[in-house]
């Protein structure tokens, strides 16, 4: 059986969480592939917010596995802040939460060198989430981390005292006022480390190998986004690892021709968190409707997200390199009640009008070109079928269809579960 994909084309935020869980009924497993707890996947479901930072997002579904992959980093006390709140809400985690034994594990001198590191930049900054990732991916490629494996060994804590004394003299190269306390930090950690050990580790690659040839069907679900890739994103203001579908491939060591579908997700509009070029960015009243209607806050930080019409632009890249075979779109609904919407269908990038993305969109060299369409009114919140959606939406998917040549399958019309309609 192949492995299908499902992965952000933005900056993030497109509700990869909630998309998860309304395709898990259809997989045996879900298998996370890169990032750690500085994505937030979303789910709202029978009335209930949830929110996931580390497990994959099936994790409610009671007979679907749930592989956190090598691909990822784990903070063991998010972690078990996560697995405390699934343990309140009846969910029996340790059977059905696997973990490789090639992730990384996020050292809290890791966090503290992010903080060094960010505060260091001044108005350079890029807007990280100081959850530790940066450092914890710098130190993998360096070849000094810690990954869950190691915890099963005898001298795993000589080998962590080492890397945190080299991180606190890192901390001080860096000539900043960062205040903390090590030891009190690191009984929470160990404490934590703990908890991690009662879960069921596993050598994920010779485990989705056995499943794939069992015939049991997997989805790999990608954090963060696309524009946010370490090689292909807006850098410098990106993530540390690869969100795009190679990324699932050395995430989760999947061969590459064993993939099957990749679902695209993108929201009907544009967002951003943190720092970082935006085209399409609007700082009128457009914009602080969508903030306002589509509750535009990161589920991680809380930061307010900058919104903009959508970039077509920018989507067609993330289709290119990511392969997309089917399109979702989410918070369509959010659209509702604008009388004219716009898509960045080119740019004028230096005098000169261009349809791809270029090396720099930064705003001095980059000015969106806008293609207008009629807006709804109909609340789409309550409707089930693609019948019931009015023309103008219709119009407006169709035009998108166009110009990606990918299909639209399945369009969100809210947060829950239900509020999600089948276009096939």
Known sequence: MAVDLLLGLQWGDEGKGKIVDVLTSKYNIIARFQGGPNAGHTLVFNGKKHVLHTIPSGIFHEDTAN???????????????????????????????????????????????????EASKGKAKIGSTLKGIGPTYMDKTG????????????????????????????????????????????????EAIETLKTLTFIDSEEYLHQAMKGGQTILAEGAQGSLLDIDFGTYPFVTSSNTTAAGACTGLGIAPNQIGEVFGIFKAYTTRVGSGPFPTELFDTNGEIMAKVGHEFGATTGRPRRCGWLDLVALRYACQINGVTQLIMMKGDVLSGFETL???????????EITHLPFNIE???????????????????EMT????????????????????????????????????????
Request: proline share 4%.
């Open 67 to 117: 592989v956190v992959g090598n691909g990822v980093v784990i903070d063991p006390v998010i972690f078990k802040k996560e697995l405390d709140k699934l343990a309140e809400q009846g969910i029996d985690y340790k059977k059905s939460l696997l973990i490789s034994r090639k992730a990384h594990i996020i050292l809290p001198t890791h966090r503290l060198l992010d903080a060094a590191s």
């Open 143 to 190: 070849r000094n981390g810690i990954r869950v494996g190691d915890i099963e060994l005898a001298d795993w804590k000589d080998k962590y005292r080492s890397l945190a004394d080299k991180h606190e003299d890192m901390i001080k190269f860096y000539n900043v006022e960062i205040q903390y306390d090590l030891k009190e930090l690191e009984i929470e950690f160990f």
């Open 342 to 352: 716009k898509v960045c269908t080119a740019y004028n990038y230096k005098g000169e």
């Open 363 to 381: 705003e001095e060299n980059v000015t969106p070109i806008y293609t207008e369409f009629k807006g709804w009114n109909e609340d789409l919140t």
């Open 385 to 424: 079928e693609a019948s019931q959606m009015p023309q103008a939406l219709n119009d407006y998917i169709a035009f998108l269809e166009k110009e990606l040549e990918i299909p639209i399958t399945i369009v969100s019309v809210g947060p829950d579960r239900k509020q999600t309609i089948v276009r096939q």
